[in-house]
């Protein structure tokens, strides 16, 4: 028991991780059926209605959310969820997915010289090396048979691999400015969860509203079964592994989370297998490096 307290933020955000890799194949398909902005929308205001429900039924009171807190989690759900998540979902298109990924894994090392900058947090030469072979081996992974997103073979341009900088640097600093509102205080997690997707999914009606459509972007949510499949997601990749995600970045420090957290493509892979899919043995031989980086994590 006593280990597991230990390691408390790091399992949470294994935990996050390997729920955010179930979710992914269900936000996958549902990319079908609606644009990026308004799924983003409604999964977030759907994970609001969840964390309030629980709230609730825990009358949990909002212990430690002094003005300066409230502040930086706002702030954290506006760049990380708002700003990063849209930059990510643009680059998504532009670059793919597995391109886009590999980018998102520079957000780690990012929040790590971040948080030693302004929150003086110093890693150990083991946690640098175990976060250096985690996200190689996620590399790894996610970079094998990379698909063409134009066809025709070119490179990715500056404005697209910016828009993967942008949404690694967004994800890196919301991670930061969490950590500095929940690293020893009172705060509970779920309430930073909530005032981070509060944020997050005010920044994104803000960008609906001012964006012209020529077509009804919530008409598909008609359908029962969609709206069903949307809610399931939101509440196992958005509503828990948020929680979990800021659970990890209260209780360990920022780079290890955000590495550990960043894990998903690995546990995307059994997942795969499950459904079908062949998994190669470069993929077997990334989530080998990825264990041994995670394990250096915990040692």
């Not at 799924?39 to 629980?54: E, P, Q, S």
Request: hydrophobic letters at 55%; charged letters at 10%; a positive charge.
């Amino acid at each position: 028991m006593d280990q597991i307290l230990t390691f408390r933020g790091e399992i949470a955000a294994l935990v996050a991780a390997f729920l955010w890799a179930m979710a992914t194949v269900i936000f996958g398909r549902l990319g079908r059926h609606l644009v990026p902005s308004v799924l983003n929308f409604v999964k977030g205001c759907l994970a609001i209605a969840f964390i309030l429900m629980t709230l609730w039924l825990r009358q949990a009171a909002p212990l430690g959310l002094e003005p300066g807190a409230v502040t930086l989690l706002m702030l954290s759900g506006v760049i990380g969820i708002g700003l990063g998540d849209t930059a990510y979902f643009a680059a998504v298109n532009r670059l793919g997915p597995r391109r886009a990924l590999l980018m998102e894994a520079l957000a780690p090392p990012m929040a790590a010289i971040l948080a030693g900058f302004f929150l003086a947090e110093q890693l150990t030469l083991d946690a640098w090396i175990g976060i250096g072979l985690t996200l190689t081996g996620v590399g790894w992974v996610i970079s094998e048979r990379v698909p063409q997103v134009t066809g025709t073979g070119e490179l990715p341009s500056f404005q697209s691999i910016g828009l993967g900088l942008l949404a690694a640097m967004g994800q890196a600093t919301g991670a930061v400015l969490s950590r500095a509102a929940l690293a020893d205080t009172a705060v509970d997690p779920l309430w930073s969860t909530l005032l981070r997707l509060a944020a997050g999914v005010g920044t994104l009606l803000v960008l609906l509203l001012t964006v012209k459509q020529k077509q009804p972007l919530f008409k598909p949510l008609r359908s029962l079964r969609l709206l069903s499949a949307v809610a399931i997601a939101a509440f196992f990749g958005t509503y828990l592994a948020i929680w979990l995600q800021q659970t990890a970045l209260k209780y360990a420090p920022t780079g290890v989370a955000q590495t550990l957290t960043a894990t998903s493509p690995i546990f995307v892979l059994p997942i795969a297998a499950l459904m079908g899919d062949r998994v190669s043995s470069r993929a077997v031989l990334g989530v080998g490096v990825a264990i041994v980086g995670i394990g250096l994590l915990f040692s």
